[in-house]
Structures are given as structure tokens and as C-alpha cells.
Nanobody, 125 residues
Framework: QVQLVESGGGLVQAGGSLRLSCVGS????????MAWFRQSPGKEREFVAV????????NYGDSVKGRFTISKDNAKNTVFLQMNSLKPEDTAAYYC??????????????????WGQGTQVTVTS
């Protein structure tokens, strides 16, 4: 049974930092494209970042480039999202996704077959 469990969310002031973690079980993350998405109430799920299974290449959404960093520790089967210079508009539930599609369209949520339950990030001004 595949399970992804996110943690590390919380309440932070604008300009602050948080580090999210996503631990996988039932899968080996080294074999998956691992991504972070976020969703606010009434909005569609938004791509944040992905680290590809091949070569560890990373891509970011335009709104987080230069502020967020995705990384992974294969030995710990864990993906991280370091979030710096947080803004109130970063407030959302953050979800970890895992997928094996060989595609350039990794910004699309439908490319991921497994999801975590999410962790809430709230940034106050």
C-alpha cells in the first residue's frame, strides 16, 4: 500500500521560512517523479515544484522560483520543500505527489498517481 505523509506546515509571518517533508512508504521515491502542489479554498491545485526521477532535475512554478527549493533524500525516502521569503499568497494546503509518467507535462496534477493528505501552510502579513 502506497502512502505519502506530509509534515512541516504551520503558521509563519511573511518573510519567514518553513521546510516541508514528504515521507513515502510502499514506494521507492527514487523511481518516481516527486512533486509539490498547493491548493487554496475555491482554487485549483497549483503546481509548485517537481524533482524528476531521472537525473534529479528540478522545475518550479513561476510564483515560487528563487524562493522555494525541492530536494530529496533517497535513503530516507523523503522529499523536502524548503520555503523561504514566504508571502501571504503562499497560504494553502501543500500536497506531495508521486508519478512515473515519462512526460514534459509534470506541472499537471493528473501526471501523479499517489498523493498525500496535505499539510497546511498559513502566512500572516
Amino acid at each position: 500500500q502506497v502512502q505519502l505523509v506530509e509534515s512541516g506546515g504551520g503558521l509563519v509571518q511573511a518573510g519567514g521560512s518553513l521546510r516541508l517533508s514528504c515521507v513515502g512508504s510502499g514506494i521507492s521515491i527514487r523511481n518516481y517523479n516527486m512533486a509539490w502542489f498547493r491548493q487554496s479554498p475555491g482554487k485549483e491545485r497549483e503546481f509548485v515544484a517537481v524533482i524528476r526521477r531521472s537525473g534529479g532535475i528540478t522545475n518550479y512554478g513561476d510564483s515560487v522560483k528563487g524562493r522555494f527549493t525541492i530536494s530529496k533524500d533517497n535513503a530516507k525516502n523523503t522529499v523536502f520543500l524548503q520555503m523561504n521569503s514566504l508571502k501571504p499568497e503562499d497560504t494553502a494546503a501543500y500536497y506531495c505527489g508521486a508519478g512515473t509518467q515519462i512526460t514534459s507535462a509534470l506541472t499537471l496534477s493528473r501526471m501523479y498517481t499517489h498523493w498525500g493528505q496535505g499539510t497546511q501552510v498559513t502566512v500572516t502579513s
